[in-house]
């Protein structure tokens, strides 16, 4: 299930899986966000150096700079939600009465911060409720569905905001301005668009008319990964998008997204997603075949 804003870039995804001890897949970064939950079962997600059990009602949230993968024994099976989100989804549209310290849990982490919400807070299992409210607004699409989705998702981190001890007490960030969003936006869509062209740091400035410091510190504040590195990211999403939907060979696929020659490709591809470019030609083929 799939949010995108008006230009068709894609803002928020929700994921329904259910894996078993056969799932294997490489330790990985995403360049959104993420928040997810276990409906049924049962596994262990290793992040970075740390690994959580996981069972039914668990809430887990990443953000865009951890390493992760989801770890499974013989025999164990796992169904669980998972939400990637753009942080611009949350800040694009704020005005500075509703700011940036939703994100708080992702960038600003205090000491006791722990990636598998407390299960005995009354407040996991309120989020784990809005999680599936989510699922349903996204399934059902009635009227006004997109805002919805984002005033469950504001809700989910203020109840994580007021009940846990997880950020850095006394934090609190200046929300963006008018124009530092008017900033980000016009990158943002100029990245989206160009991302077989290469992209570089004082290019992107440029475009803004700040220095190529300003706006790098700027960009990784309120996306949480350097402009570069969102550059990358977003071409692998591409990557993945044409691989699933055209018949491309995958160098064809690499020039198209940016990618000057096939080992970057498929370094950037692994790092990103956890599996090689082959191994989602023949998903796709798969899939396909199915049909």
Not at 80 to 98: A, G
Not at 265 to 274: E, I, L, R, S
Request: proline share 2%.
């Amino acid at each position: 299930m799939v949010l995108r804003d008006k230009m068709g870039s894609v803002l928020l995804t929700l994921d329904d899986h259910y894996i078993d001890s056969t799932y294997r897949v490489a330790a990985h970064i995403h360049h959104k966000l993420e928040l997810s939950c276990v409906v049924e079962g049962t596994g262990r997600y290793q992040i970075d150096d740390r690994v959580y059990n996981l069972q039914r009602g668990d809430i887990i949230i990443l953000n865009n700079c951890e390493s992760h993968a989801l770890l499974m024994e013989e025999n164990e099976t796992l169904h669980h939600l998972v939400i990637h989100f753009d942080p611009s989804f949350i800040w694009n549209s704020l005005s500075n009465d509703i700011d940036y310290n939703f994100l708080l849990i992702f960038f600003e982490r205090g000491p006791n911060f722990s990636n598998k919400l407390d299960r005995e807070n009354p407040a996991t299992a309120r989020i784990f409720s809005l999680i599936l409210d989510i699922q349903q607004e996204l399934q059902s699409r009635k009227l006004c569905y997109e805002l919805i989705v984002k005033i469950k998702l504001q809700t989910i981190f203020t109840e994580i905001i007021r009940n846990y001890d997880y950020i850095e007490h006394g934090k609190v960030v200046k929300p963006l301005s008018g124009n530092e969003i008017e900033y980000l936006n016009a990158v943002i869509s100029y990245i989206n668009s160009n991302l077989d062209k290469d992209l570089r740091l004082s290019e992107l400035a440029d475009i803004v008319h700040v220095s190529p410091s300003y706006f790098s510190t700027l960009f990784k504040r309120f996306n949480g990964v350097s402009p570069i590195e969102y550059i990358v990211h977003k071409r692998v999403q591409r990557a993945i998008e044409l691989i699933k939907t055209t018949s491309m060979n995958l160098t064809e696929i690499a020039m198209a997204c940016g990618f000057n020659n096939g080992t970057n490709f498929y370094k950037a591809f692994k790092k990103v997603t956890g599996r090689t470019p082959s191994f989602y030609r023949r998903s796709a083929e798969n899939t396909s075949s199915v049909k």
